[in-house]
């Protein structure tokens, strides 16, 4: 999002953060003023049945154009952040449809990744087979030959993940065309250049600027690669190994976290939060890239909260997203609270359970604005930041509430049945009464389910769960939590019942 366009902040009285109602409870803590449920549901309602603007490609949704819009909700021609946008609308859909079977979800991901796919660099360009991460003429049209390299990372792994959800294979080979590129430009880098530049000319290969501290993206990219069993000939994990090296050696130990958003240029003394909260991310998903991920991600916890989550509200810290940006946004509270949660999980410092939790209920209260109508969300980007742009109020925004869901399942409704977490791509899920199925790309990982009812029968490719492998009751205080762990296998049914066996 632009941390240059800002938006009035509007004043709140004891009682109200922006359009709602403060929720305290019995001990003055702040609490969600509506469930988390509503939350995702009502976005995602919004994204669903977007606007259109008429573009050569006909009539175009607005998150095919632009990324911000009016306090109102309505279009306004602005810079595009398409590459920003893929990647975090997958993350989104990811989560979304595990949760909810919705396949009216689908369609928007589709329409972003195939536009991006069709504005991919020729092959004799400086930088072939890459994406343009921003259009700063908005018209549908992304052919700005600049582009960032972390962004054309973060493409990459939405088409990884898009291929996994549909078993399309172009997908895959046009993420193999970004990582092979990017090997090719990989350079040694130090404490001012990063191994990959911030931005390039993709068509001369002109250096616009060349260093940002986000060199998780290519990283993840690489790595979700290699799981694939893509290799690039023993190239990707040589490119990866490097890159984590270079994170450790460098940002990690001088702390010089800038150089992540669209409208900025390099300036190592504007920090930002989304670096350091994504690389301690994946280190908590990846213990084994760091020996002292125990160490480094309170670290970068501390640093956040203490940098950028100086405001409390209600008791809760709300995040700003960089040094020059002095505004409280829902997002990057949200991030911050999906990381505290997960480092809960691993600490179980309930310190950081509460962080977590009150961060996250005070990230909805900029959640459907008083222009919201028929259920249909229009999200302010945060308390302090009227103007709604498809990252920070949706697509960058959701999958973190998802995230949380997995460590404080108490945030997903008791009396219903939804799939809360998973280390695996979902391709099918299907709900009914006292009974889940789904089945997931990877053959083995892990789900966690909150379930209305009690699960009976497990199987797993058509047998049934060892006892071992599943566990049902009370999780992180909340009840009816439902942790499976599956091994060479990809559909799983749960049922309430014992299946009826043939005489």
Known sequence: MSALALCAMSASGADKLRD?????DGQGRLQAWTSYDNVLKWSMNFIESCPTVPTKFGDDPWYLVTSKLSPKGEYLANQNCQGSHAYWAMESLARYFAYTGDE??????RRIVERVLFYHSPTDWAWPNVPSTQDDSPDGEYTDERSEPDKMSLVGVAYLKFYKFTGEDKYLKAACGIAATLASHLQPGDENKSPLPFRVNRKTGEVVDNYTAAMICPVILFDELIRLGETGAGKYPAARDALWKWILD?????????????DMVSNHSNLNQQIPMETARFMLRH???????????PELLALVRDRFGKTKRFGATSIKEQDIC???????????????AEWFSVSQDAGWREEARAAFALSIYSFFSK??????????VGIGYTCPWFTDSYFDYLCHIQDGMAELPEMAPADADHLIGTDSIIRQVKYEPGQVTYTAFEAAGNEELRLSFKPVSLTADGKELPASAWSYGEFHGASGVLRIHREAARKVIISATTPKTSP
């Open 371 to 380: 222009h919201s109508k028929d259920q249909c969300a229009v999200n302010y």
């Open 287 to 297: 213990p084994e890239m760091d020996p002292d991920y125990k160490r480094h991600v």
């Open 104 to 109: 009216q979800a689908i369609p928007p991901v």
């Open 250 to 262: 460098y940002p990690m130990k001088n702390q010089k976290w800038s150089g992540y958003y669209e």
């Open 20 to 24: 709602h109602e403060v929720v305290l």
């Open 326 to 340: 002095f505004l409280e946004m829902g997002s990057h509270t949200a991030r911050y609270a999906s990381i505290a």
